[in-house]
């Protein structure tokens, strides 16, 4: 038997080369046998279709095609979020050069729990966290950041920070827009169950936090939203951070979403009040365009972090760290750690504050003009602007499961990936535009699809 071909190592590059070709190639086809932003036929077809793919999992003798069999299986079934048509999501288009460099993270495969697996990659992410602390917190003497999977991860750990930062106690209190993330993160922690304040306009109303948090006693979190799931929507920030204050309560701000703005000069001021908070969650794989993982968890004071703190002695001994090798295993709550920071270094590197912000500025103006769109066809009922890049709408007088049903009829016919929101007692349909690369006229066929296929 031959053995296989290793991803790293001085021969690595050269194993890789000929199978790099299989890969694309096999994506060009399972995209042109897919043929739109979904797979058709539903749930039932799809699984039918990668059993007969895929045949046996685990054959008695190997399958030499097998790369280029599933990976094409794969990507025939799969959603393609670059697709103008497949907008249903925080589910980005990843950019190429992110996708490289991705690929390059994976063939070393370096693990960031220990500074001899991962000597540069450790390195690295101390510059490109330290950079992006100093994003949100420009005014702050010691921010730190830590990368984590994504926007629930980092709202657990804010809990986490919290509850640790209190003696091991805190009450959340959140809006009623929150991510669900929280809630659960409070189960996990064993915190009590959070304290929902109203958001009558899909926004945390001030006034009643402040209500709540004068009738609570004890270590108090109040968590808000910098870009709401089911809206966009961003909590009026400087105002919840003036109650907190007043209030004595810690503040996490859940900006998985609206982060991006950060990178645009346009939008920016939108995110006013974040560096008031203590923790801020950020997510590259949303308005970022990082393959997934890309989250982000800032904090005000890297002191904070000791909380995290642990001892292995394989991975962090005491002499090891006196003589002057990183302690890593404080910068997550996970051992094995991929470089996600990789992909992340390259995309600021490549396009830079101007790049990055133009994307932001481009998905932005897509919303709207999407929106407007919407207002001025007598079919269609707009929810309200858009304060990101989503945008709800359903047809003008459809009752809620003649919205449900097209909505499912596009998702199984392959025709289309719309999202959904129950907002203000009614069923909305939902666009959530992160393709900077969609046009108007994408647009517009996407409204002729729903418009086609609403049951009369």
Request: net charge negative; hydrophobic share 45%; glycine share 10%.
């Amino acid at each position: 038997m031959n053995m296989p071909s290793l991803a790293s190592g001085p021969e690595g590059p050269g194993a890789l080369r000929p199978l790099l070709g299989t890969v694309l190639d096999a994506l060009a086809a399972g995209g042109r046998g897919r043929g739109g932003p979904l797979p058709g036929g539903g749930p039932a077809a799809v699984a039918a279709r990668m059993r007969t793919a895929v045949g046996d999992v685990l054959p008695e003798e190997g399958d030499p095609d097998a790369l280029r069999r599933l990976v094409q299986a794969l990507a025939e079934g799969a959603a393609d979020p670059a697709d103008p048509l497949c907008a249903a999501h925080l589910h980005c288009p990843p950019l190429a050069v992110a996708t490289a460099a991705d690929l390059a993270a994976s063939a070393l495969n370096p693990s960031l729990d220990s500074w001899d697996q991962a000597p540069s990659a450790s390195a690295l992410e101390a510059l490109v966290t330290g950079t992006l602390a100093a994003e949100v917190y420009p005014r702050r003497p010691a921010p730190d950041c830590l990368i984590t999977t994504g926007g629930t991860e980092s709202n657990q750990l804010a809990l986490l920070l919290a509850r640790e930062a209190h003696g091991g106690r805190t009450q959340l209190v959140t809006g009623a827009d929150a991510h669900h993330s929280l809630t659960r993160a409070a189960w996990l922690l064993g915190l009590p169950r959070p304290v929902v304040v109203p958001a009558p306009a899909g926004i945390i109303d001030p006034a009643a936090l402040d209500d709540a948090l004068s009738g609570l006693s004890g270590p108090l979190l109040v968590a808000a939203s910098a870009g709401t799931t089911d809206t966009g929507r961003i909590d009026p920030l400087p105002e919840i951070a003036a109650r907190c204050r007043a209030r004595g309560a810690r503040l996490h701000i859940d900006a998985a979403y609206g982060g991006g703005l950060l990178f645009s000069d346009r939008h920016r001021t939108r995110l006013a009040g974040l560096d008031a908070a203590d923790t801020v969650t950020l997510d590259l794989h949303k308005l970022g365009w990082q393959p997934v993982a890309a989250g982000l968890l800032a904090v005000r004071d890297a002191r904070d972090l000791a909380a995290l703190h642990q001892r292995a002695d394989y991975l962090n001994a005491d002499d090891d760290t006196e003589a002057g090798l990183p302690d890593l295993l404080g910068r997550s709550p996970r051992t094995t750690r991929r470089p996600d920071v990789l992909k992340i270094a390259v995309t600021l590197k490549t396009l830079g504050r101007t790049g990055l912000g133009a994307l932001v500025d481009q998905v932005c103006d897509r919303a709207r003009e999407f929106a407007a769109l919407i207002a001025a066809h007598p079919g269609f009922e707009l929810y309200d602007r858009p304060a990101i890049s989503t945008v709800l709408f359903r047809p003008a007088g459809a009752p809620d499961d003649a919205v449900a049903a097209v909505r499912r009829t596009l998702l199984t016919g392959g025709r289309a990936v719309l999202g959904r929101a129950r907002t203000d007692g009614r069923l909305w349909l939902k666009a959530t535009l992160l393709n900077p690369h969609a046009r108007p006229h994408d647009l517009a066929a996407l409204l002729e699809l729903v418009e086609g296929h609403t049951p009369r």
